[in-house]
């Protein structure tokens, strides 16, 4: 039997994409393999966000050509930078479905490169999931944004939201087999559902009824029962689903969760939600948002958030902040720092502004690269203090968790998950407990990134 590897950089979306090539290819007779030096041949699943996540995919290769190893490139590289790839076979970002036609040319002897639009269902297909007890559903594909700095807009397109009865279908059936949290992932969960557009289009009786319901001719596809269905309707229906499980909401930007805060708020007060929310601002400057093409302001995100921390108290916040964009002043990167210690965050997100090519914010004049660190080690700084300040008000916490990852080897721990999402790190030093279990700790320590948890009672699934 075949033997392929496949490695993944990036985000839960491309993690979703590698299981779902894992669930194909082993439907076609691979057998999928952890080790590079096991693999007869090793699919790469590529990211294009960060420069550094880049440079790191652009090592692997010649790692992986030292050991002489047929390659199989996917995901936002191979869609973004063929030209750069010429002797690898590619598959494009909405290519899933031909994986095992990719792997078996390349076995071949021959290069092959599917990278074109081309949409296909992505729902409810074969996985093999690299955490047991997690689903990651993607919900749509593709943005409504245009960020000067962005690129992964070339990879993965304008927005196409996947039918609603499919994702509630996945939902129900990993629900069955035993997943402990649902993760609703893509660019910008916010905009589900804003390229469904008028009856007319829905009720066409041509060839194609039934799968084009967008902007343009591929815009939908697949999505057309969707008819002004948003992200409020798909969360009422999936908190309505039984069984033992919470959902996590994937990031959404400022500009369309505005228009939404006020549903959310008693969501996010279901217990089948974590009270976990990711909305990335980028900047604590107005101008450099305007620079940068986001759609909102300051004053409009801070509104989100002091909604959200009135109703939700200990909502756990994610955000992002670039610095050193190239028309970032120094008061405005203080203004970046002044934001943070007002919103106080759980989570930050840091980014060293990278020119990534074929983005509009590349052919600008760039900030030198040791000033560009000098903020993002002054932004860390700041954040430290902030995230340790605020794992404090855990103390003494108690309260269930589901232990949801392994801990670091040396540390002979597990990682679980409160109602919040926060990380509870707990010893497992007799190695007890496992993936999926549920344990009732108390905090007695913490750190700028975790809590750590002392058992109560013992665990249950």
Not at 169 to 185: F, H, M, P, R
Not at 349 to 367: E, F, I
Request: charged content about 30%.
């Amino acid at each position: 039997m075949t033997r392929i590897c496949i490695l993944t950089f990036g985000c839960s979306l491309n993690i979703s994409d590698s299981e779902v090539m894992s669930g194909l290819l082993e439907k076609h007779k691979f057998k999928i393999v952890n080790s590079i030096d096991e693999a007869d041949l090793v699919i790469v699943n590529s990211c294009t966000v960060k420069h550094a996540t880049e440079a790191h995919f652009w090592n692997l290769l010649s790692k992986l050509k030292e050991k002489n190893k047929l390659v199989v490139i996917a995901g936002c590289i191979a869609q973004t930078d063929p030209e750069k790839l010429s002797e690898y076979s590619l598959i494009g970002t909405t290519q899933l479905t031909h994986i095992h036609e990719i792997v078996e040319e390349t076995l071949s002897g021959n290069i092959v490169k599917l990278i074109a639009k081309e949409i296909n269902p992505r729902l409810n297909l074969p996985k093999i999931r690299k955490n047991h007890i997690i689903e990651i559903i993607p919900i749509c594909q593709g943005c409504l944004g245009n960020c000067t700095y962005c690129k992964t807009k070339a990879a993965r397109f304008e927005l196409i939201s996947y039918e609603k009865d499919a994702i509630i279908c996945q939902a129900k059936q990993a629900i069955k087999e035993g997943v402990k949290e649902i993760w609703l992932t893509a660019q910008d969960t916010a905009v589900y559902g804003k390229d469904i557009v008028d009856n007319d289009i829905c009720n066409d009786t041509g060839k194609d009824a039934g799968k084009y319901v967008g902007k343009d001719k591929d815009a939908g596809k697949y999505a057309s029962k969707n008819e002004g269905v948003t992200i409020i309707d798909l969360l009422k229906e999936l908190i309505e689903l039984k069984g033992n499980f919470k959902i996590r909401l994937g990031m959404g930007n400022p500009d369309h969760i505005k228009s939404y805060i006020t549903q959310l708020i008693p969501i996010f007060q279901n217990e089948k939600m974590f009270q976990f929310i990711h909305i990335p601002v980028q900047s604590g400057n107005n101008f450099i948002l305007k620079d940068m093409n986001r759609k909102y302001t300051i004053e409009e995100f801070k509104e989100i958030i002091t909604k959200l921390r009135n109703s939700i108290p200990n909502i756990t916040l994610a955000t992002d902040i670039i610095v050193g964009y190239p028309s970032e002043t120094e008061e405005q990167f203080e203004d970046s720092i002044k934001l943070i210690k007002e919103i106080k965050p759980d989570v930050l997100n840091r980014s060293k502004y990278c020119a990534r090519p074929k983005t509009v914010a590349a052919s600008l004049p760039q900030l030198p690269g040791s000033l560009i660190k000098d903020r993002s080690r002054k932004l860390s700084q700041v954040f430290d203090f902030i995230g340790y300040e605020h794992n404090k008000s855990w103390l003494k916490w108690q309260g269930e968790i589901l232990i949801d990852e392994i801990g670091k080897e040396e540390t002979e721990s597990v990682v679980g998950r409160n109602f919040a999402y926060k990380p509870v790190v707990v010893e497992n030093k007799d190695g007890k407990l496992k993936i999926g279990d549920v344990v009732k700790v108390k905090i007695f320590k913490v750190t700028k990134y975790d809590l750590r948890g002392e058992i109560l009672k013992q665990k249950h699934n």
